[in-house]
């Protein structure tokens, strides 16, 4: 798959994941193949102050090629004063978050707000595709809520700013994380732009490979973002890949134990053992789910401090 000079091995992508996508998570998905992955939303205002936490988010792993910065902003005014500090990090793509539905970042016009203001995407598009030299994408959902869908009008203006990635979460933002995702809407946005070169992607309710082929055979989509599928679970984008090609790959409790123990590793790297063994609670008890005795390493995993509990936790399931 190709998105101007850009070419992906395969259409499976890490969704962007505030609080999860950070470098560790990210090598880990292209340690299972996953084509690209997304940052985590950074704010265009505290990138443009200087802000050397939301720089961080920006960091990547040793050898992590391609790249695609998630940024959000309500105007292009804080997107053109960090354009020189997001340029340093040589995104792969830049892409715009209209989908995000908390409060904090909704009542700053930004995130899914966005869709209630269409003009101001259209001039962060055209100021990116103008500026920054590479592709550039946007995230969004259906509309605000059951009574005000515009994706249509949105995605049209996203298109002709110059967009060259369109993803489309099929919720609207009343609904939040719940609700079912509304495929056929994927379906009629791809054929929206069938004759064009604007890619579309998928997004919502993608929470096994199974559902990764499922929609893009539903909807034609040319790509999928996984997303909550993927915690503990980087395993979806070579499931999905082999799918694609008509093979079933089973997952081993070995390649699961193993799995954890290295992207524990990249956490301790990147944030060293503290931080890394601390936040690694909120994916490993993911990886683990489903597993018999789930609920015992879960437990322990709860309140790890350091590699050798993680250990621990993965001895319970020794015999399995
Ligand atoms: C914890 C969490 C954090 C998220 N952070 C972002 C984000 O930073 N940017 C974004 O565009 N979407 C974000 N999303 C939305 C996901 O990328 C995705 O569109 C959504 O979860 C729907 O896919 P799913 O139903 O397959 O999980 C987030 C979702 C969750 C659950």
Redesign the pocket.
């Known amino acids: 798959m190709q998105i101007k000079n850009l070419v992906f091995e395969s259409p499976f992508f890490l969704?962007?994941?505030?609080?999860?996508?950070d470098a560790p998570f990210r090598h880990i998905a292209h340690d299972w193949h996953s084509a690209c992955a997304?940052?985590?939303?950074v704010s265009a205002e505290g990138l443009a102050r200087n802000s050397g936490k939301t720089e961080d988010l920006l960091a990547r792993y040793e050898g992590e090629e391609k790249l695609i910065v998630?940024l959000?902003a309500p105007s292009r005014d804080p997107v053109q004063r960090c354009l020189d500090r997001l340029l340093k990090h040589d995104p792969a793509m830049i892409?715009i978050?209209?989908?995000?539905p908390v409060p904090k970042v909704v009542k700053t016009g930004a995130?899914s707000a966005m869709m209630r203001h269409i003009d101001d995407i259209y001039d962060i598009v055209s100021f990116l595709c103008a500026n920054a030299g590479c592709p550039v994408s946007v995230?969004f959902r259906l509309g605000w809520d059951s009574g005000s869908i515009n994706w249509p009008e949105f995605a049209s203006a996203c298109a002709s700013a110059g967009a060259s990635m369109l993803?489309l979460?099929a919720?609207t933002r009343s609904q939040m994380?719940s609700g079912k995702?509304d495929w056929t809407q994927i379906r009629k946005l791809k054929e929206m732009f069938r004759d064009t070169d604007v890619k579309i992607f998928a997004?919502?309710?993608?929470?096994t490979a199974e559902?990764g082929i499922s929609v893009m055979r539903q909807t034609g989509c040319d790509g999928v973002?996984?997303?909550?599928?993927a915690?503990g679970n980087p395993f979806i984008f070579t499931r999905a890949e082999e799918l694609l090609k008509g093979n079933s790959r089973v997952i081993s409790t070995d390649e699961i134990r193993n799995t954890m123990l290295r992207h524990l590793d990249y956490m301790i790297e990147h944030y060293g053992s503290e931080v890394g063994c601390r936040d690694m609670r909120k994916h490993a008890v993911h990886y683990v789910k489903g597993l018999a005795e789930a609920s015992r390493v879960k437990a322990v995993i709860n309140s790890a401090r350091t590699r050798q509990d993680y250990l621990e936790a993965l001895s319970l399931l020794e015999d399995i």
Do not use: W
């Open positions: 969704a962007p994941l505030a609080g999860y996508t997304v940052t985590e939303m998630q959000f892409d978050n209209c989908g995000c995130g995230k993803t979460h919720r994380y995702a997004s919502g309710d993608l929470f559902d973002m996984f997303a909550r599928g915690i």
